[in-house]
């Protein structure tokens, strides 16, 4: 979990050699939910065993993580209360809207949501992003997804800590020796993999936005290509960006964002929260169960709020 | 289905006869969810048997039903495309921003969405929904379902139209032929209920959000009474408002509304999608299957956009 | 006032004779505000004589003119109105929000608003309007702006009307007549030319918001060359888009726009309410007045919403 | 200017002392505005000299004094930039959105804005403030205003420092000082006084959000008398709560705008920005203008954005 500023391959290189681009044919704006086939589903479903149900979305409100330098927290208002109504019968109603950056909270990216040299995944032209939202690669087109087998590997646990601090990588050492002490849990084809880096703890115990925002301990790039082999279909942490924070090249921001989603199409689900969960699986020792994160279907756009369901 | 003005009980006696206050504590702010034991979500999960997946969201952009009179459609807003950008190594990054009604779309309605004598669900105070949203009932406090088995009841088809016209009345004994006509599928304990009424179609054939939103065919008072006897979860509808609108009786406004969720505690969803899953279940003759729904923990919030996913 | 299709000349070429690009610099973004000098300024201000005020403003609701198909009305939401507040002594306060296109009710026009062939007035590049605003001629480049010399022509009177019929072409000759009519006012440099159709007034007695969108009376191109000899500062009128539509010609779309904002560089003041200082008006037949209508400052912006003063 | 906790009179007993209800009769929703007559506005136009004008407003954008505890920065986001729009001729047109808390920049204060003991200005029931906005005393009803005779009285400099520092208080000796240095400048009936505290250099000096919003200086609670035997029509600072915070007393939250506003019922205009005025003024040596800030007519609100223009 050292930095290796020395050895770090140029992203795009390695973009190059993970590229699923064509994979799912010239058309495919799903990317690696693909590997999510029918069996698997199936599979998935014979994981709900106890009838113990899990939520993963953080509070939508103004007690979120962002600190409005960049997005800013949900913001709830009503526009009925019940006041002032007079229907016959004496129904009264009350009715509301939100207003929020569709990744302030609990999300899942879209494949349009970051993009290098013109290009989002599958080779569609980033100039498809315009006011109008993405022509391709939007997160309604994830619609039918996100459910499967899910898997959470607890790294803050694996390490000893409440959580990891910013700017540690996650290696793919790291991911397999907590497979190892999990009790052997594999991670395999069609899976969405969930890795606890403790951050949302930390934004618990602290509750300070811009400590939240500032950093964070996540993936290193090699775990792109750890993630490549097994066919993973989507991966969620506890941390805002996925990846590790700042990164372990001052020549790229956030490389694994462009490998994972641009390059190998690959949903990411971020600001998750696993604590209530990783208890329960330290618990029984069960680490595999079955997931749903259905996307709103916001036409054209870059991100969904969700709140991903967990059933043992 | 003829409209029985002169038969209709006053909706207070059979809210009254129907309430399921205390029921699950004084404390409960869930209702009829409760329904969904852990025991009947693994029964659940056992449905997931082809792993075929539906998605039941409406698309949530400026051509949805709502004719700006009372809701207006999501406003979907880019803040970034990536034009502009200058990060190291090329990255490029879209985001966005989505305005709505929490109930413009698909949607579950909260158990503070309608009270009447200053009383919402369980006795909560109707007073305590303000300009901060609802103290209690709030949908975030069904952040861990909406989950379990699904049943569609096909009620266009069962009475041989595309759609049944607004103001038509859904009875008892609608439902019933259903079941039987549906290769005798029965409804349960802790089902999510979704009653076909064809009025998603009717707006997709003729794109009339004033249309869609003028009046609806739907559920009659007497249903009420049908899905308290069976211990039914939740119900959804692919109208806007799961009963019939207008409605049976000049006297009351949205009398199913008020007994289902303030007397029975009971969550709705509506304006839902239907489709694609009635064409499949008509193919399968299979009319029940793995059903999840989570709201967004939108905090005090009066409802929340979903797109639910039915998996067979 | 009969439609004159044949005779019409390019817009391209009218504007190309009218052009003001250069004309106050290189650099000038704020086109023909700059036709108001202090001495002008010093002058519109002796008009205050009676110290009668009058808002040209419409009101700010949901009961404006948008139907929702292109722009939707300000939707304004109440954030806090002193329920549940506890600040020592028994302070209480109120507090709201406004989202709304900034040009769906009485407005100004940024010289920004349209362009073509990829250039805006003066010749800044159109492709410096993205997702992150204006980079030139935006509104706030107007922020000491619009106040001056202030003239009202009232067309619908001058052809004895309610209001003028959508279509309706106003000619120069028509605003001539007017100046005639109304006691020889006349229009100059740095005057800002407020032109009554009476559409607004048809609005307020007919209330469809569809039917004030559909279409409008107003100035026809030929008066474009009418403004640019008489040096006036900005044009406001009762309808919403300055100009008749449909337009003169199906070979382009609001010319009147382009030529004006985009070659003359001048601002465009819409949906504006001259009902009452018309009245006023007719009735001491003074028809020149100050006027005031300061933008706000929105940073990029297109527009901004305004409530003009005009004081006799 | 040294605090005086223990000779501060009860906010109570000095608004019943300093009320104004019932002076412009029963039904009168706009305070202190009465004092601006047809003859002082006459008065005020008498004023504009030099043709040179002066915006008060501060940009509107994310740059903004709010740092989100309370409210936000105004969001500017665009909706339409040209790109693929296809209209006869080559029209291409730009449109935006903006969505702010109404108090968020340069803004008047609504008569509704805040209350106590159950009662607003004129002895408007305070419940009359509920989702829907301020059933009296919105800013709507000072639609005509506010445009009069202008006076800056500049305390920072009277003090010989940049900005005075948070919690300052301003005394009516002070006031009274600063007239006499700047020329013997007065201020009368129908005044709309301009107090200057620095605190907008402080803000531009620094960009620090939190630092402008954790307290300021201000008028004392003594000002209100001062205030109130001129006659004045409103006030307005370069502040954001016009009164000084931490207050001079810890058992009342905001008490001049208590009386200014509820009992008085006076206008007060926040977040502005005299630092060119100032310098122009002090270069001149004349304190009194024309000044025109017409609030948006935004129905039912508690305060308008604007951007005050000043005409010497």
Same mark, same amino acid.
């Given at each position: 979990m050292t930095r290796q500023h020395t050895r770090l391959e140029d992203f795009r290189v390695v973009g190059e050699r993970l590229r699923n681009?064509?994979?799912?044919?010239?058309?495919?704006?799903?990317? /690696?939910?693909?590997?999510? /086939?029918?069996?698997?589903?199936?599979a998935a479903g014979r994981l709900i065993c106890r009838g113990a149900i899990f939520d993963l979305g953080i509070p939508?409100?103004?007690?979120?993580?962002?600190?409005?330098?960049?997005?800013?927290?949900?913001?709830? #208002?009503m526009s009925e209360t019940g006041a002032g109504q007079d229907f016959p019968g004496g129904f009264k109603f009350a009715d509301d809207y939100v207003? #929020?950056?569709? *990744?302030?909270?609990?999300?899942?990216?879209?494949?349009?949501?970051?993009h290098y040299d013109g290009?989002?995944?599958?080779?569609?032209?980033a100039d498809g992003i315009t006011t109008k939202g993405a022509e391709h690669c939007s997160i309604d087109k994830q619609a039918k997804g996100i459910a499967g087998r899910g898997v959470l590997l607890d790294i803050a646990a694996l390490k000893g800590v409440d959580w990891l601090e910013a700017g540690t990588v996650i290696e793919p050492e790291d991911l397999?020796?907590?497979?190892?002490? *999990?009790?052997?849990?594999?991670?395999? =084809?069609?899976?969405?993999?969930?890795?606890? =880096?403790?951050?949302?703890r930390k934004f618990l115990s602290e509750g300070d936005p811009a400590a939240f925002m500032a950093g964070e301990?996540?993936?290193?790039?090699?775990?792109?290509?750890w993630l490549h082999e097994r066919e993973v279909a989507a991966v969620g942490s506890d941390n805002w960006a996925i990846e590790v924070l700042p990164g372990e090249s001052p020549d790229a921001f956030l490389p694994v964002h462009l490998?994972?989603?641009?390059? #190998?199409? #690959?949903s990411l689900g971020e600001i998750l929260d696993f604590e209530e969960l990783a208890e329960d699986c330290h618990r029984d020792g069960v680490w595999d169960f079955f997931f749903a994160a259905p996307p709103l279907k916001i036409t054209h756009a870059i991100g969904s709020p969700i709140n991903p369901v967990v059933i043992k």
């Open positions: 681009w064509g994979r799912w044919g010239p058309e495919d704006e799903r990317g /690696t939910i693909n590997f999510i /086939t029918p069996e698997r589903l199936v939508f409100d103004k007690s979120g993580p962002q600190d409005g330098a960049f997005r800013s927290n949900p913001l709830h #208002m207003l #929020m950056p569709l *990744q302030c909270a609990s999300q899942w990216d879209a494949l349009a949501h970051v290009l989002l995944y599958n080779g569609f032209p397999d020796e907590a497979c190892e002490r *999990q009790g052997g849990v594999e991670v395999g =084809t069609g899976d969405i993999l969930l890795v606890r =880096t403790g951050w949302r301990p996540g993936l290193g790039q090699a775990c792109c290509a490998i994972l989603i641009r390059d #190998m199409g #690959m």
